[in-house]
């Protein structure tokens, strides 16, 4: 079990950017979700898939943000025409179904954005 | 809608017991879960509560009244490590995704 690893940790991007994160869950977890966490606050739900379905998404998903999971395993948080209000952590969490109710969801370092 | 709220910081003595208070408002209430997350650090689960009562968990503790819409987190035994962010969040009913509140800042002092 080596945990759920996100990629890049740090990323600075200019206004107008595309941005693309990644997310690898813990490996026989069925259940991946995205949150946004910024300072002093707490994690924000953006969208969650179980396997390659995306089966939820918060009103906070604008249509700039895209989320993909093609084979039930990685997935890929896209961001276009980043602006200064997307600065934040993103952070990724996996859960196994039938652990609880809901389940017990772990997470990933994030990948803390910087738009200048 | 939902809404969480708990103190926004708790300083407590190394040693000690501290108590975090989260209240709530949500439809469909179906568990309290509690997560600590250390500055630059990743959420980790500490405990969940979807029934009446106490779950102990080695020096941390959850308690929740689902009569009152409260619940608290208790930790025994407080270490410098202690020193964290501690958020209460709800799940709901058929949803699948936890509602956090805004975090509790605990300072754990010598």
């Known amino acids: 079990d080596t945990g759920v690893s996100q990629n890049p940790r740090h990323k600075i991007t200019k206004r107008g950017q595309n941005v693309t994160f990644r997310c690898d869950p813990i490996s026989e977890h069925n259940r991946l979700y995205w949150y946004r966490q910024t300072l002093g606050q707490g994690p924000e739900f953006l969208t969650y898939f179980q396997n390659e379905a995306q089966l939820e998404k918060s009103r906070l998903l604008s249509d700039r943000f895209s989320a993909e999971r093609p084979k039930g395993s990685f997935s890929t948080l896209e961001i276009q025409r980043t602006e200064q209000g997307d600065s934040a952590m993103y952070l990724c969490a996996s859960s196994l179904t039938g652990q609880g109710y809901p389940d017990t969801q772990y997470f990933g370092p994030g990948t803390r954005l910087t738009v200048l | 809608g939902q809404s969480l709220e708990q103190p926004s910081e708790v300083t407590a003595v190394e040693g000690a017991i501290v108590q975090i208070n989260c209240t709530y408002q949500t439809s469909g209430f179906y568990g309290l879960s509690w997560y600590q997350q250390h500055d630059g650090g990743a959420p980790t689960f500490l405990s969940y509560?979807?029934?009446?009562g106490l779950e102990e968990t080695g020096r941390f503790s959850s308690f929740l009244s689902r009569s009152d819409s409260y619940g608290y987190l208790l930790l025994q035994e407080l270490q410098m490590k202690d020193s964290a962010s501690y958020f209460c969040?709800?799940?709901?009913?058929?949803?699948?995704?936890?509602?956090f509140g805004t975090g509790t800042r605990l300072t754990v002092i010598p």
């Open positions: 509560n979807a029934l009446d």
């Open positions: 969040a709800v799940g709901e009913t058929g949803a699948n995704n936890l509602f």
